[in-house]
């Protein structure tokens, strides 16, 4: 029943390790959306897609490479993460191409911390 | 100034007062406004959407103003679950994105 769903809830990991966090809805939306809360509580967008094409790339280092194989998933991965990483990950989707205009779901985000 | 401010508060209010908060907006063409909540560890939820007129939803009143550039929300009756930090979300006129204010920490006291 789980509208949007992320996997890991919890990721400890090294500096210097790739990680990739994995991102599903099952509400038949067209656009979802990774963003990062940081320890400051501020919700930044970091990428958005619509039917898997992408429509937003906010300035986030490269490192960041998001991957959606269809617009059910999307699915983040971190190259040679760094301790500035540390944050929670939310994925989230909405109807509409922009989300501008109707609701965001969210999924239960992603607790990345890293040593 | 930031895009979206809020006071961050903690705002401890007693069960069953009424509380307000706002949020000031900096982009005068902003289209669309939202008030999403926030549990502790948990992700952003819908509260609702903020109208021109104005909005009611049961305990939870929004207003919009467009000359001041700010939105608000006013909770009446609180209950200890109204605990939670209340995000202000702006849509800006020509950008894809929505912009989040920080939010403002709610405890509601027995």
């Known amino acids: 029943d789980t509208a949007v769903s992320q996997t890991p809830k919890y990721l400890v990991t090294q500096m210097g390790n790739d990680k990739s966090i994995k991102c599903e809805q099952n509400l038949g939306h067209d656009t979802m959306y990774w963003y990062k809360q940081d320890s400051k509580k501020f919700l930044k967008i970091m990428f958005s897609y619509n039917n898997k094409e992408l429509i937003i790339n906010e300035t986030v280092p490269n490192r960041f490479s998001p991957k959606s194989p269809d617009k059910a998933h999307l699915n983040l991965h971190i190259n040679s993460l760094e301790l500035g990483d540390s944050a929670v990950y939310f994925c989230a989707s909405s109807q509409s191409r922009t989300g501008l205009t109707d609701t965001q779901y969210f999924g239960p985000g992603t607790r990345l911390t890293v040593l | ?110």
């Open chain 2, 1 to 110: 100034r930031k895009e979206v401010e809020q006071d961050p508060g903690p705002f401890n209010v007693p069960e069953g007062a009424t509380v307000a908060f706002n949020c000031t907006y900096s982009n005068s063409a902003s289209q669309s406004f939202f008030w999403y909540r926030q549990d502790c560890r948990k992700e952003p939820k819908l509260l609702m959407s903020v109208y021109s007129s104005g909005n009611e939803d049961g305990r939870f009143t929004a207003q919009l103003n467009r000359a001041s550039q700010y939105i608000s929300l006013l909770i009446r009756d609180s209950k200890l679950s109204d605990s939670a930090t209340y995000l202000c979300v702006v849509a800006p006129d020509s950008n894809y994105q929505l912009i989040w204010g920080a939010g403002t920490k709610l405890i509601i006291k027995p």
